[in-house]
C-alpha cells in the first residue's frame, strides 16, 4: 500500500497587517460576533419585563376601577343634563335673615363684639310679606338688643337663651301686629 501523501488541511488565513503582525478584529465584527448579540437579546427581554411587569401592577387599571370611572361620568352627565338648581325647603313660615357682624356689645367685657345670623319663626306663613317689608326695622332692633348684652350672660346657654327671648317680646313689640313666633341662632360668635 502506497502511503499517499496526506497534505495537512490548509490553515484558514489569518489576516495580516501591513508591519507583520496579526489584523484585530474590528469594532463591527466585534459587535457581531455571536455572544455579543445573545447578551442584548437577554438584557432586551429583561428590560422589556420590567416595563410589563411595572405597568401590570402599578399603571394598569382594574375592572372596579374602570367601572367606578364610568359611573361616575355617567353621574356628571347626568347632572349636566340637569341643570336644574335644587328645589328650596319649602317653610313658608320662615324667614332667614343676614347675618349680623361684629355689633359691639357693654363696653368693660372681656369679648366686645358679636357676630350672629338668625332665621325668623312667624306665627301664620302669610305674615311673611309683611316681615319682609320690615326687614330694616327688625335688623334695627336686633342689633338695639345684641348692644345691650354683655359677654357675661352670652357665654352660659341660659344668657342665649335669654337674649333669645328679648329679642322676640323686642320685635313682636316693635311690629305692627304680634308675628313672631320663634327665633332660631343660626351662627353665634363672640369675639
Known amino acids: 500500500?502506497?502511503?499517499?501523501?496526506?497534505k495537512p488541511?490548509?490553515?484558514?488565513?489569518?489576516?495580516?497587517?501591513?508591519?507583520?503582525?496579526?489584523?484585530k478584529k474590528t469594532f463591527f465584527k466585534k459587535l457581531l460576533s455571536l455572544k455579543f448579540v445573545i447578551i442584548f437579546l437577554i438584557l432586551v427581554v429583561f428590560l422589556a419585563g420590567g416595563?410589563?411587569?411595572?405597568w401590570y401592577f402599578f399603571l394598569r387599571k382594574s375592572p372596579a376601577d374602570i367601572e367606578d370611572a364610568t359611573k361616575m361620568e355617567d353621574n356628571v352627565n347626568k347632572d349636566a343634563k340637569d341643570q336644574q338648581p335644587p328645589p328650596e325647603p319649602d317653610f313658608p313660615d320662615v324667614v332667614d335673615l343676614e347675618q349680623f357682624v361684629k355689633i359691639r356689645m357693654r363696653e368693660?367685657?372681656?369679648?366686645?363684639?358679636?357676630?350672629?345670623k338668625i332665621s325668623i319663626e312667624l306665627i301664620k306663613p302669610e305674615?311673611?310679606?309683611?316681615?319682609?317689608?320690615?326687614?330694616?326695622?327688625?335688623?334695627?332692633?336686633?342689633e338695639a338688643e345684641a348692644k345691650k348684652m354683655s359677654w357675661l350672660i352670652l357665654r352660659s346657654p341660659e344668657g342665649k337663651l335669654h337674649f333669645r327671648y328679648?329679642?322676640?317680646?323686642?320685635?313682636?313689640g316693635g311690629l305692627p301686629s304680634r308675628m313672631i313666633r320663634n327665633i332660631y341662632f343660626i351662627t353665634f360668635i363672640m369675639q
Open 127 to 142: 305674615m311673611r310679606k309683611d316681615l319682609e317689608s320690615n326687614i330694616n326695622n327688625i335688623r334695627q332692633i336686633a
Open 9 to 23: 488541511a490548509p490553515e484558514p488565513e489569518k489576516k495580516i497587517a501591513e508591519d507583520g503582525s496579526p489584523a
Open 108 to 116: 368693660g367685657e372681656t369679648l366686645n363684639y358679636i357676630t350672629f
Open 51 to 54: 416595563v410589563f411587569a411595572g
Open 166 to 172: 328679648r329679642l322676640i317680646e323686642a320685635l313682636n
Open 1 to 6: 500500500m502506497k502511503k499517499k501523501d496526506k
